[in-house]
Each structure stands twice: as structure tokens, then as C-alpha cells.
């Protein structure tokens, strides 16, 4: 049974390539092999390998960048899921997705909740915002993970870029009134193997490891706990420190700044909470911490 998984070379593709591995032959082309962009290449590739499940971890991820390339954006974050909905609607097979805070207007300190009103504040936002309704609308059988922050030890994300100036500077301005929680890409792929590989036992009929058995639906998926880009930058400091990384720069010296102060392209929210009970109880699970979680993360990429 082939498993088709787009952006197999992201931070959350690759991770997805490692847990879909026990569970049927992953098919993860790199972007000179597929090129996500080319619709009729996408219909090319699923009619000749006949996915029977579809992760769509591929994505146009450069917020900034987004607002000058909308069109860009809007292929690979709206028509691409919409395109892959309606193969797996008509198919009968499970599609998951992957979605973000930024799709949330970012007002107020309360928890989003899956069902909150969206408002995105970006073209990445808004146009990840079309993707989520088009799976929705589908009718395919789904599960759209709406997570936050996302880093891993390979890949581009806001860990590494702090590790490289940590390593460069000794002072660093970091905004600290954006609050949400950071997620590596292998906690998303965990719980996403979890959604398809319930417990067995021998009085239960026999599940397809390649069928979803929760309801279809977004669920938000994050670490527990909450901090700011701050928080995070110090905290990372500090854990590498421990770890013996070399670094110019000390967990105390990184000072928070007001968003208004780092003026980018693109607005981002400043409320980034989720709710994280609807995917708790779905599976039976709790989410860890969010320093526990780069702990593990931090581990893997400073060690020598
Ligand atoms: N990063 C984050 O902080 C967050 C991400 N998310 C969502 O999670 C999902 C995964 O994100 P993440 O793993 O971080 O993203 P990455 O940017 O790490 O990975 C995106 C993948 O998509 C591929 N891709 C982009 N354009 C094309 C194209 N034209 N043709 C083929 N492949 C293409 C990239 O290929 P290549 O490797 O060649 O560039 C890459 O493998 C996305 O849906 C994202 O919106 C949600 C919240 C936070
Ligand atoms: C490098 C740097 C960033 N910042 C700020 C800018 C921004 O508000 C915050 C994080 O920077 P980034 O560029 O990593 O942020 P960004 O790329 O917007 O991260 C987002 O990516 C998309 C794909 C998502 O879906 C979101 O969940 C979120 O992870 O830190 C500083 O304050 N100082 C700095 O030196
Ligand atoms: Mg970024």
C-alpha cells in the first residue's frame, strides 16, 4: 500500500517519512521529482501510484516572503490541499493536513478553540485558511492538524536561527509579546501515527493501519504550556548551555522587545494559545511540555 507524503523533505515530511514507515511503502518525492506547483504533474503522480493514504506535510511555509508571492502561496497552501481532497473524496482515502495558528486573528489571551473565528493577518495565513476549508468541504475523510511554531534539528526554523546568532552575538532583541507554544515536527508525526495505529487487542476486530479512528476534523497540536519568541529564545540558550554548545551569548542577555519594534512584512498574531483538549480526549493522550520537547529536539542537534 503506497503512502503518499508531499514536503517529504520538510521538517514534518521528513519526521512523517520515519513513523509512516512501519505502516506501508512511503512515497516522499523531493521537489525536482514532483513539482507540487504543477497541478497536472500531481494528478500525473496519484494516478500512477494510487495512494491509500494522502499526508500533505508540503507547503509554502516563507511567511514574509508570502506577502510579495501570493500567487505562489496560494497554490501550494489552498489549490494543493483542495486538489488532494477531492482525489481522496473520490478515492475513499484518508487525507491528513496540516495547518497553523496564524490562521487565528490573534486578539485577546483566551485559548483558541477548533472552532474559533479565523481572521488571518497574513497572505500565508489567509491562503492556509482556504486549504483547511477546501479539505473540509471535501467530504474526504480528514484530520487537519493546526499546530504553532514548528522546529526540528534539520530544516529552517526558528531553533537553528537562534543556535547560528547565538553562536555570532552576544546581545539579541527578541519580541516577547507573541505567546504561543513551540512543536517539533516529530511530536506532529507521532500523534499523527497515533490518529492510524490504535491498540490492538485480540478481541478487537482487526483496523487498516491505513484508516483514521478519530472523527475527521482539525484538532489543534502543540506541546502543552505556553511562552513567547523570547521565552523560547532564552530557554534554548540556557538548555544548550547545558548541552556545552559554545555560545557567545548568555539566556540572560537576550533581551524582549514589543513586536512593534521588529517591524516585518508580514503581521503576525499575538495570541497563538490553542486549546489542546479536543485532541487530547480524541486519543487518550497529554501532551507534554514544551520544554521537555526541546530538550529532546536540542539533544539531537548538539550533539557532537
Ligand atoms: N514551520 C512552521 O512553523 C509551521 C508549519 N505549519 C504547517 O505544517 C506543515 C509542514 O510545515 P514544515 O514542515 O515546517 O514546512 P517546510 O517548509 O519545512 O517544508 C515544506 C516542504 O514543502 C516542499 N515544497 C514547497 N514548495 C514545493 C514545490 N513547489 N514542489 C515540491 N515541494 C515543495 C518543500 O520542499 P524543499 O524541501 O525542496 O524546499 C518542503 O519539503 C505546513 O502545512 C505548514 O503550513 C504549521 C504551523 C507552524
Ligand atoms: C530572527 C528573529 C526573529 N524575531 C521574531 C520575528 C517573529 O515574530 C518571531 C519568529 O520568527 P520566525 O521568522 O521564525 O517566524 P515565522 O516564520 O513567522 O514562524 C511561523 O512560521 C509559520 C510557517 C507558522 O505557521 C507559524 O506557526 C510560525 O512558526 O521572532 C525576533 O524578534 N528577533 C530575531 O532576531
Ligand atoms: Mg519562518
Redesign the pocket.
Known sequence: MNIFIT???????FELQRQFSLFGNVLAP??HE????DANAVDAYLAEHQPALILN?????AVDKAESEPEQAKR?NAELPAQLAEYAAKHNIPLVH????YVYPGDGETPWQEDSPTAPLSVYGQT?LEGDQAVTQSGCQHLIFR????YAAR???FMKTMLRLGRERDALSIVNDQIGAPTP?RLIAQVTALAFAPHHSPLTTHNSPLSIHIPSGIYHLAPRGETSWHGFASEIFKQAQVLGEELAIQSGTVSGIPTVEFPTPAQRPLNSRMRLTKLEAALGVTLPVWQHQLALTLAECCEE
Do not use: E, H, M
Request: charged share 10%; no cysteine; aromatic share 10%.
Open positions: 514536503g517529504g523533505n520538510g521538517q514534518v515530511g523531493t521537489r514532483l513539482d507540487l506547483t506535510a508540503g507547503a509554502y511555509t501550494l496540516y495547518s497553523t495558528d492556509k499546530t504553532s511554531w514548528v530544516g529552517n526554523n515536527a
